[in-house]
């Protein structure tokens, strides 16, 4: 059976791509510090003979025994509250995490998958953002030490794949969503649907008209592993091109989760992007793929699972952070 590599594997999309990857047939080996991830995103995953965790910070090298055919390379604080309050530990993971996966890749001739991000766009001056965009980023913004990370990321296994022929491919997450997003994770899903379900008031920062677009985790998923299984080098959006407001976004959680929470307003973030939405005109021509569920469909399981935590929470005496 086939040997996957998934570093992250802890966390949200890792967990999800390590649960579908053992659906598929694969043998899986998790890798993780637990910085940001959580054992119990890999419940399921634990109780399956061909699952392997490995505790082990990817930013020291790695080494692994026996074959390995693909490496997922998920591992990276990818929150602000998370990579502002680790930015060491966000660059180095972004450049010698990086690093020593693509070593592991080329020693085992595996295919090398890096999961980059929208943030190498930065604050886009073109729109919708296409992979032959270069970015507007603020390198030494409060932002910059993931979107940095990222990018440099993206050149060196780009320079593994010119240099060493390593087979490399790479995917720009859009925003995710799904069951298993940290609470107290900062990012505009899991803060409004905490804070609706709990009736406090959802946080928008500046004047809401900031643009998003959100992708179901499943369908990210499936587009990770056509990506992966294709012959295509160059960076792939993988993202749902439906764009909305910040407001309009809240008025549907609060429909979502019967919520009658008000929305209060605070300062915009430093270096917030104003729009963000994917052009998956490559993903769709190159792959046959492009997202299948749709936002409300989605929030259905998502707030499921986040009311489930809330309220385990509540019963324990306790509040996830």
């Known amino acids: 059976m086939p040997r996957a590599v998934v570093t992250g594997g802890a966390g949200f999309i890792g967990s999800h791509l390590s649960d579908r990857l053992l659906r598929d047939g694969w043998e899986v080996v998790a890798v993780d510090n637990f910085l940001t991830g ?12 061909r699952f392997r965790l490995l505790e082990h910070d990817v930013s020291k090298p790695l ?12 591992a990276s604080p990818a929150s602000p509250v998370d990579y502002l309050r680790k930015p ?12 020593n996966t693509l070593g592991l890749a080329l020693a085992k001739k595996a295919v090398y998958f890096l999961a980059s991000t929208s943030e190498v766009y930065g604050d886009p001056q073109v729109h919708p953002q296409r992979e032959d965009y270069w970015g507007h980023v603020n390198p030494i913004g409060p932002r910059g030490v993931y979107d940095e990370a990222k990018r440099f990321a993206e050149a060196m296994a780009t320079a593994y794949h010119r240099f060493h022929g390593l087979e490399v491919r790479i995917g720009r997450f859009f925003n995710t969503y799904g069951p298993r997003m ?3 994770d900062g990012r505009v899903v899991p803060a409004f649907l905490e804070q609706a379900l709990r009736g406090a008031p959802l946080t928008v920062h500046g ?20 990506l992966c299984a294709s012959r295509e080098k160059g960076p792939v959006n993988l993202g749902n091109p439906r764009e909305m407001t910040i407001l309009e976004f809240a008025r549907i959680i609060l429909q979502a ?21 994917p052009d998956i005109g490559k993903a769709r021509r190159l792959l046959g793929w492009e ?13 499921r699972d986040f009311r ?11 509040v996830e952070a």
């Not at 080494?63 to 998920?74: E, I, K, R, S, T």
């Not at 060491?88 to 450049?95: C, D, F, M, R």
């Open 88 to 99: 060491i530990q966000t660059l180095k993971v972004g450049s010698l995490g990086t690093h």
């Open 291 to 303: 997202p299948k569920v749709a936002l409300e469909e989605g929030l259905v399981p998502t707030i």
């Open 182 to 184: 940290r609470l107290g």
């Open 63 to 74: 080494y692994l025994d026996g074959p390995v055919d693909a490496v997922f390379h998920l």
């Open 207 to 226: 004047d809401g008209r900031q643009t998003r677009s959100f992708c179901y985790v499943d369908d990210l998923v499936e587009g990770i592993l056509l």
């Open 38 to 49: 959580s054992r119990a995103n890999l419940a399921d995953a634990s109780r399956d003979p």
């Open 308 to 318: 489930e935590r809330i309220e385990s929470g509540r019963s324990q005496g306790k």
């Open 257 to 277: 989760a019967g919520s009658a929470s008000p929305l209060v307003h605070e300062g915009a973030m430093e270096d917030d992007p104003r729009q963000r939405q």
